[in-house]
Structures are given as C-alpha cells and as structure tokens.
C-alpha cells in the first residue's frame, strides 16, 4: 500500500480535524528516516489507528526487516533499527522491529520473546485478529527475493 493509500484510508476519511493527522505525520517522519538510511523494509502498520475509532492515540508499526539487509547494515543503520524497539510512551508512533529470518537459517522460527503478532495481532482480549495495513519501503519485491 503506498503512503498516500493509507492516508485516505486512515486519515483522510476522518476530516482534517482529526488527532489522525499529526500521527499520520510522525508515521511519515519514520517512513522518511528509514527511506533516508537505505532501509529494505515493510512496514505493518496497525492497532486503533486502522481501525475506525475516531480518537486513535497511536499507530503501531511492525519494521520487518529482511536477514540479508541486517546482515549488511552500517553502524548508523544498527543503531535506528535497536532504536525502534525503545519502549517509549509518549511515542505516537509505536514501533517494533523485527528480523525476518529466511526458511533453512539456524534462527527461522526461533526468535527471543514475543513476536509481532503477539504484540500487535490480536485485539486486547485476544479473540479476533486485527487488520493490518502493508507500506513497503525500499525494494522488497518478492519476485526478486524470494523469502518463505
């Protein structure tokens, strides 16, 4: 979904007065701060803010990150990525970083505490799942890396 998709999904449908506004522009402050770096990356955006609730107070935002462009980042690029996973709480845009270890590596299907999806999958009562909105940022074709 490209940026302006989500922004008349998210934002656009709910008038210019809307607290959706300026967490859409801190959302595209991220996206602009990755772009910026050189980040291969998709970005799972969801929580309130996908949703219709009129007074969302955030969006959460999964980065997944492919194992092959972790594997290769420069110091300033490892230091963004550690810093997605502050726990922040005056953050409006609430990120999780994860790396998306390929089928056959030692670390597929082994990572170290709760994954996205336990993060930001299920709603709160952990009945039903949440929808979830995909920005990709940087070349993530599929047809050109193929990854599960």
């Given amino acids: 979904m490209s940026l302006g998709a989500l922004r008349t999904l998210t ?22 701060d990755l772009e910026k770096r050189g980040f291969r990356c998709e970005l799972l955006c969801n929580g309130s803010f996908v949703t219709e609730s009129l007074d ?20 300033d690029q490892t230091a963004f990525f550690d810093s997605l ?23 597929f299907g082994a990572e170290e505490g709760p994954s996205w999806e336990a993060h930001y999958g299920l709603e709160h009562g952990g009945v039903w799942l949440k929808g979830i909105a995909v920005v990709k940022v940087g070349e993530t074709d599929v047809g050109l890396r193929l990854r599960r």
């Fill in 11 to 32: 934002v656009d449908a709910f008038g210019l007065g809307s607290p959706r506004v300026g967490i859409f522009d801190q959302f595209c402050d991220l996206v602009f």
């Fill in 56 to 75: 969302p107070s955030d969006i959460d935002v999964v980065v997944r990150v492919d194992f092959d462009f972790v594997a290769a980042m420069d110091d």
């Fill in 85 to 107: 996973n502050d726990d922040l709480a005056d953050h409006v845009v609430d990120t999780f970083a994860e790396v998306a270890f390929p089928i056959g590596h030692p670390d």
